[in-house]
C-alpha cells in the first residue's frame, strides 16, 4: 500500500497515504494484541495483565519490523502477548489457547467491518466536497484494508502466527511433530505465494466479502 504510493513517484500521494496510514497500522495491531490479552484474561490466565499487555498503548504491542512490513505492503504482526495455559479455567488447553489465537484475526475482521461501515456512511450519508470528512472517510477505508490483511495473515498455519496455534489445537500429536519437521519448507512456500502476489487474492477475496457485509448493514440506514 505504502510501497506503492512510493514506487508511483508522486511524493504529494506518499506524502497523504503515510500519515493515513501510519496511524491506521497503529490502531490495527494494537486491537490484534490487546484482543489476544483480554481473551487470555478471560480465560483465567493473568500473564498478558501482569506484563502490562492489556493496553491500547501501541508502544506495549508494536515489533519494528513487523510494523514496517505492515506499512509497506499491508500485512504484517506485533509482539507476540506471552501466555501461560496453566492458568486457563477450561480443562482443554489446546482449545484455550486456539480462542486466544483466534482473537487476534477476529478483533481484526470486526474493525475491518465496523470502519467500512463507517466509510460507507460517510460516502452516502455526508458531503464528500469537505475534505476534513473525506479525509475521514479515506482513513476509515484504509484501518478496514489493512485490518483485512492483518488477520488474514495471521491465520497462516506457520509459526509464530496465530494460524499455528489454531491448528495445533485441532492436530495429533504425530501431525503437529510433521508440521515442525517441514516448517522451513511451509516458510519457503509461502514466501513464493507473497512473492507472486497470490495471497494478494485471497486477501481482496476476504476484503471483498467483509465490505458486501458493511454494505448489508448500511443498506436500511441509506
Known amino acids: 500500500m505504502l510501497l506503492r504510493s512510493l514506487l508511483s513517484g508522486d511524493l504529494r500521494e506518499f506524502v497523504i497515504t503515510l500519515c493515513l496510514v501510519l496511524p491506521a497500522v497503529v490502531i490495527c495491531l494494537t486491537i490484534h494484541e490487546c484482543a489476544h490479552g483480554l481473551t487470555a484474561r478471560a480465560l483465567g490466565d493473568r500473564t498478558a495483565e501482569r506484563a502490562g499487555r492489556l493496553t491500547l498503548d501501541p508502544m506495549a504491542h508494536i515489533d519494528p519490523f513487523g510494523f514496517l512490513c505492515m506499512m509497506l505492503l499491508g500485512f504484517g504482526w506485533a509482539r507476540p502477548v506471552p501466555v501461560n495455559v496453566s492458568g486457563f479455567r477450561i480443562k482443554n488447553r489446546k482449545l484455550g489457547m486456539a480462542l486466544v489465537a483466534l482473537a487476534g484475526p477476529v478483533s481484526n475482521l470486526l474493525l475491518a467491518l465496523v470502519s467500512y461501515i463507517v466509510a460507507l456512511l460517510l460516502t452516502y450519508k455526508v458531503n464528500s466536497d469537505i475534505m476534513f470528512l473525506e479525509t475521514l472517510r479515506m482513513f476509515f477505508t484504509y484501518i478496514g484494508i ?77
Do not use: C, T
Open 146 to 222: 489493512l485490518s483485512v490483511g492483518l488477520g488474514v495473515f495471521n491465520l497462516i498455519p506457520v509459526h509464530p502466527l496465530d494460524g499455528s496455534r489454531v491448528l495445533n489445537a485441532f492436530l495429533p500429536y504425530r501431525l503437529q511433530v510433521k508440521m515442525e519437521r517441514y516448517q522451513s519448507v511451509i516458510l519457503l512456500a509461502l514466501i513464493v505465494i507473497l512473492y507472486f502476489g497470490l495471497f494478494d487474492l485471497v486477501i481482496a477475496g476476504v476484503d471483498n466479502w467483509v465490505i458486501e457485509l458493511a454494505i448489508r448493514v448500511v443498506r436500511p440506514l441509506l
